[in-house]
């Protein structure tokens, strides 16, 4: 648990510990130069040529299925675990301090109570959120090793 200041506390309540959105909208901008748009653009680029374009970029395929008409598919997946961290925020926590006060001086003693309240700003992270993030892209090649069509699934086929 780490304790901030006063100071460092109002300069962090202007900034981004407490806008919950802030960390998704960091990871939408940072991958926003990858776009499914650009993939389909990549993608049509090897629609026309041989399956070594596919190959010297990607490497061999996870799969080869072959079509009874001579055709084969070839099949690419990549993807992965993308974990966004959790939400930051800072809680106040506060303490009430009460007690008994007794003052010698010389000969005369006073005795009295005292309250006291104090906060401290304490911040807590939330729990993080782990996408599982894929796509699979299919070439079909023809009987020559040219690339006549391709599709894909999955919930991140974006290219760059």
Same mark, same amino acid.
């Given at each position: 648990?780490?304790?901030?200041? $006063? ?14 959105? !802030? ?79 007794? $003052? ?26 782990? $996408? ?10 023809? !009987?020559?090793? !040219? ?14």
């Amino acid at each position: 648990m780490t304790r901030f200041s $006063l100071s460092m506390l109002s300069s962090m309540l202007n900034g981004v510990f407490m806008n919950p959105k !802030v960390g998704i909208l960091l990871v939408v901008f940072l991958a926003g130069c990858a776009t499914a748009e650009k993939f389909n653009t990549k993608m049509n680029g090897f629609v026309g040529k041989q399956e070594i374009a596919v190959a010297s970029i990607y490497g061999p395929p996870q799969s080869v299925y072959s079509l009874p008409d001579g055709q084969r598919v070839i099949s690419y997946t990549r993807g992965g675990p993308m974990v966004l961290p959790g939400v930051t925020t800072i809680q106040p926590v506060t303490t009430n301090t009460t007690g008994n006060l007794t $003052l010698n001086q010389g000969l005369r003693q006073s005795t009295g109570t005292y309250s006291q309240q104090s906060t401290t700003y304490v911040q807590q992270q939330g729990p993080s959120t782990t $996408l599982n993030l894929s796509c699979t892209v299919n070439f079909t090649i023809d !009987v020559q090793g !040219v690339i006549r069509s391709w599709n894909a699934a999955g919930n991140h086929c974006v290219a760059e």
